[in-house]
């Protein structure tokens, strides 16, 4: 049972637009969700984080927004850069019921941002 | 510098042979994750501990053992019971305190191939 969904595997974006990437949950207790970046062959990196108390946040060209009541979240990167090209994941966890520890991630976006 | 340190890098293996992947971290990090990567599957957690001499399983334990005798050290055993080994693994850690406790860091991962 899959708990985070990221339905769309890629992602190709030309330089200077905005990337959407986009992540669904059916978990209604995951109150804190996390986007990472991953290089081949790399660990993945921590982008951005929000709670469930917010619809949103924002650290630079990136911006995570959180729907609660659709169970949505989606990661903007603008402008978007060819260094953006990477696989991103996103990530939840429900630190209110003392699984905080815990994170589950989707499958993965991969985004290429074409010159 | 501070970091979460993974090793080995690429590891091979026999059937039939366990095998350990380090991991060791000096971030003052309490709690501490095994993940593992599979195409098209996203990370799925193996084992993790939030404080010395204590662990729990994750979503795919079975055929793995760790151990967590040092905050800073949380080695993974594949076992020869794990039917599928070849996959990426990466170790990861957690603050458990602050604005960022609840999000996790990663190590550069350790590839392993039976052979």
């Known amino acids: 049972d899959q708990q985070v969904k990221q339905n769309s595997p890629s992602l190709s974006v030309q330089e200077g637009r905005i990337s959407i990437l986009n992540c669904d949950y059916t978990n209604s207790m995951f109150d804190y969700f996390l986007w990472y970046k991953k290089y081949p062959a790399e660990g993945p990196t921590f982008l951005i984080s929000i709670s469930s108390i917010k619809d949103k946040n924002e650290d630079g060209r990136f911006t995570v927004f959180l729907n609660k009541s659709a169970k949505h979240l989606s990661l903007h990167i603008v402008p978007s850069q060819p260094g953006d090209s990477a696989v991103y994941f996103c990530a939840a966890s429900a630190r209110t019921t003392g699984t905080a520890s815990k994170l589950t991630f989707g499958t993965g976006t991969r985004l290429q941002v074409t010159l | 510098d501070g970091g979460i340190t993974q090793s080995p890098k690429y590891l091979f293996r026999k059937e039939g042979q366990n095998v350990t992947l380090s991991c060791e971290q000096n971030l003052n990090h309490d709690a501490m994750y095994w993940y593992r990567q599979d195409p098209g599957q996203g990370l799925r957690l193996i084992y993790y501990?939030?404080?010395?001499?204590?662990?729990q399983k994750g979503d795919i334990a079975e055929g793995y053992s760790v151990s967590r005798e040092k905050k800073e050290s949380f080695p993974l055993t594949v076992t020869s019971a794990q039917k599928n080994p070849t996959a990426f693994y990466l170790c990861?850690?957690?603050?458990?305190?602050?604005?960022?406790?609840?999000?996790?860091?990663f190590g550069e991962g350790s590839w392993l191939t039976v052979v």
């Open positions: 501990s939030q404080i010395v001499n204590d662990f």
């Open positions: 990861a850690s957690r603050p458990g305190q602050g604005n960022s406790g609840n999000t996790i860091y």
